[in-house]
């Protein structure tokens, strides 16, 4: 079924920038639309952004909009979170994940059903926002 493996995450100080990336492997991910998560300590995880595979439409959570950028080499079979003007609420474990499917549906922003369509997540990475 393949296998997304995340890296780029670490300690930064607020304000400052982080290139996630999401490694795919057993799959082209070209074929698939791609999304981004997190959860922060004691909290839910929550659907962040999503890129399609078909024109690369691109959406975002509002609690990300206009820092995070969303973007796809697919000759690399890599997808990319580009995170600014982070803050210390952005602290979470990131993940990367897809429905192997070519939309960005409800199911990466509708938790309850997110593990229904769900098929490929990676293992996450660490991401600490502090002074």
């Known amino acids: 079924q393949g296998q997304l493996v995340e890296s780029g995450g670490g300690l930064v100080q607020p304000g400052g920038s982080l290139r996630l990336s999401c490694a795919a492997s057993?799959?082209?991910?070209?074929?698939?639309?791609m999304g981004w998560f997190r959860q922060a300590p004691g909290k839910e995880r929550e659907g962040i952004s999503c890129i399609t595979s078909s024109d690369g439409s691109t959406y975002y959570a509002d609690s990300v909009k206009g820092r995070f950028t969303i973007s796809r080499d697919n000759s690399k079979n890599t997808v990319y979170l580009q995170m600014n003007s982070l803050k210390p609420a952005d602290t979470a474990v990131y993940y990367c994940?897809?429905?192997?499917?070519?939309?960005?549906?409800?199911?990466?922003?509708?938790?309850?059903?997110?593990?229904?369509?769900?098929?490929?997540w990676g293992q996450g990475t660490l991401v600490t926002v502090s002074s």
């Open positions: 057993g799959f082209t991910l070209a074929h698939y639309s």
């Open positions: 994940a897809t429905a192997l499917d070519s939309k960005c549906g409800s199911y990466y922003w509708d938790l309850e059903i997110t593990d229904r369509y769900i098929e490929v």
